[in-house]
């Protein structure tokens, strides 16, 4: 006699990604079990996923948590953006994006990810099929012909659960990849996001900022009460002098980088460091395995797109599963695996490619780049077809979408 298997689904990390995945399952009849490590109550600092960092949500986000049901709960807490300002510092490239020419009400959204955090914490606890195992860390995990078997630490106790499939979402430093031994390519571009929050002199109007400096982007997002959310690339040698700085200091630099469009920057909050690597699994299913998020794809934060591919792994993996389960195939088989990674593989490396050649096109000083990127600002801002397909990615709009990111259920 074989042992019942625990569960249908084992999702490896309850973070944005995992979390989102469960709840676009939640009102299926599948047994699913999630394992997190850190408490969602644990201190900003120590929760890795859900801390003081905010997300640019794009609006096929917006559509996939509307097909979730839980958009009601989080569209209070986010700010939307109505244009998108892209520059490169010290030359005359510009380019604007209008939610008024893509004839939605927003281009995206802005939201603290703890926030967004609470708001998928309180949707699970509400759903009968799924149990958050947590806190329990992930020490081993196998695959057989017909499941994969995890074995979790829970309080000090080790514990044996069994899945039909098991759903690595343990982010960037994904341990289910380096117990089975994904290999990987990975890029350090040297360099760090320092966020923080600062209030401009003048009224951000819904404008999201995105500026090119030699050193790295700097992004500038509109939240409430006036106050934008930076996110300073720096190169990683500048950074812990950068963390250091007086607030004075801190301003005065940003200020000199990004310039004064938004006239004198007057306050900033807490700062935090993101070292910046691009991290791609060559592997993303084996039979009773997928990895979705960033433990697949972890990418530079400077357009802003890596959640939101995240969130569309995990829409398209929740159609897949829910096909298949009821046209009677098994969840966990190879072939049903397959054709969810083949979908989502040409977003995947589109999503790279824009996210990487932006970093690499606007870092590099020789003269010839400056001149041809900065032309290539102008072309994007005077020529509509172009300038639409930018938008498109920039929403998450491109290429075949998942049930959810067409604002259906699943
Ligand atoms: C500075 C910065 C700004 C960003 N801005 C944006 C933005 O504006 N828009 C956007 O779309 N994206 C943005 N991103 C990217 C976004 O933060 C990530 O894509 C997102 O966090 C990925 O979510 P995830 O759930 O896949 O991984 P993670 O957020 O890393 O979550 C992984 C989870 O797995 C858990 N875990 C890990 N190992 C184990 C284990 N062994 N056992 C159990 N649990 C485990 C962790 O505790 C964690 O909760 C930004 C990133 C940075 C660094």
């Known amino acids: 006699m074989f042992a019942p298997i625990d569960y249908d689904i084992l999702i490896i990390g309850g973070g944005m990604v995992g979390a989102s995945l469960a709840c676009a399952l939640g009102n299926t009849a599948l047994r699913i079990g999630i394992i997190e490590a850190v408490p969602f109550n644990a201190s900003a600092q120590a929760q890795p996923s859900y801390d003081d960092r905010t997300l640019a949500l794009a609006y096929g986000s917006r559509r996939i948590f509307e097909g979730m049901g839980l958009w009601p709960a989080l569209v209070g807490a986010t700010t939307p953006i109505k244009k998108i300002h892209v520059s490169d510092r010290g030359h005359f490239g510009v380019t604007h994006i209008d939610c008024a020419d893509e004839g939605v009400e927003a281009l995206g959204y802005v939201v603290v990810s703890r926030t967004l955090g609470q708001t998928l914490m309180q949707a699970l ?89 030699s050193t790295g982007p700097i992004a500038m997002l509109p939240m409430s009460d006036n106050r934008c959310a ?74 802003g797109q890596g959640f939101n591919l995240g969130l569309r792994d ?50 590099n000083p020789l003269a010839p780049f400056a001149l041809g990127r900065n032309l290539g600002l102008l072309a994007v801002d005077l020529l509509p077809p172009l300038k639409h397909l930018l938008a498109r990615q920039t929403m998450g709009l491109v290429g075949k979408l998942p049930r959810l990111a067409r604002g259906l259920g699943l």
């Open 125 to 213: 606890h509400a759903l009968p099929h799924v149990d958050l195992i947590c806190p329990a860390q992930l020490t081993n995990i196998t695959t057989s012909t017909d499941h994969a078997q995890v074995i979790v630490d829970q309080n000090g106790e080790q514990r044996t659960l069994t899945a039909r499939l098991v759903v690595a979402a343990d982010g960037g430093k994904s341990a289910v990849r380096e117990q089975l031994k994904i290999p990987t390519r990975t890029w350090d571009y040297h360099q760090t996001a320092i966020i923080t929050n600062i209030t401009p002199q003048h009224p951000h109007n819904n404008i999201a900022y995105e500026r090119f400096t």
């Open 230 to 303: 930076v996110v300073w690339t720096v190169a990683s040698n500048q950074a812990d002098a950068v963390m250091r700085l007086t607030d004075e200091a801190f301003l005065a630099g940003l200020q000199n980088a990004f310039g004064h469009r938004l006239g004198r920057l007057q306050k900033t909050g807490m700062r935090h460091a993101y070292p910046l690597v691009l991290t791609r699994a060559l592997e993303h299913v084996r039979p009773h395995l997928a990895v979705i998020g960033n433990a697949a794809h972890t990418l530079h934060p400077i357009a």
């Open 314 to 363: 995990a829409a398209a993996l929740a159609q897949v599963i829910v096909e298949a389960q009821r046209a009677g195939h098994d969840i966990g088989s190879l072939d049903v695996l397959n054709h969810y990674a083949a979908w989502r593989r040409a977003d995947q490396i589109r999503a790279i490619a824009f996210t990487d050649s932006l970093v690499r096109v606007f870092t």
